[in-house]
């Protein structure tokens, strides 16, 4: 890891969570029930106890340890609040699943990357995509631009918490 990228993870005040917690009440409150329980990870009445969470909890992780029980643990409780973030589906999820990986997105390369790229472009059956922008999203199957658009939602989510303009890492395609 880059000594600048270790300096940031070890040293910035972990606000993220707290500003996500403000993201997710928002969420929550303005689904239905019956969407909720649509939601990948959301199973057996969980939707309940989310609505019910959501309206007691002060924090991120409080809202974490209202859902959490013996029954369901704290990653499968993290990957469901993650999915009602990015509305993530079961139907969707499924689908997702079914059709694989049809996509790496490069954020960065150096100059023995890029003829490793070039290879790896020839001779794959999955998108390359080194830049996204109208016509890359022309370009790519119905499943890459699907998918695309929870990686674009994601990236946007994460600029909001942390106070920064969206749409930064993908100023070419928006």
């Known amino acids: 890891m880059p000594s600048t990228s270790y300096k940031v993870v070890t040293t910035k ?3 993220f969570n707290d500003s996500l917690f403000e993201i997710l009440k ?29 309206g007691i909890s002060k924090d991120y992780e409080e809202l974490v340890q209202n859902i959490k029980s013996k029954r369901y643990q704290m990653s499968k409780i993290k990957r469901m609040l993650n999915n009602i973030l990015l509305n993530i589906t079961k139907k969707e999820f499924n689908n997702m699943m ?61 600029s909001i918490v942390n106070n920064k303009k969206i749409n930064t890492d993908y100023t070419n395609y928006l």
């Open 26 to 54: 928002y969420k929550v409150i303005t689904m239905s029930k019956e969407e909720l329980s649509n939601i990948q990870e959301v199973t057996e009445g969980l939707e309940n106890k989310i609505i019910e969470a959501v």
């Open 13 to 15: 005040i972990p606000t």
């Open 98 to 158: 079914n059709n694989h990986l049809t996509y790496a997105h490069v954020l960065a390369c150096s100059e023995n990357g890029k003829v490793l790229l070039s290879s790896i472009a020839k001779n794959s059956d999955i998108d390359l995509i080194t830049s996204l922008s109208e016509n890359t999203l022309l370009q790519v199957s119905e499943n890459t631009h699907r998918l695309l658009k929870y990686d674009i939602l994601a990236s946007n989510i994460y």
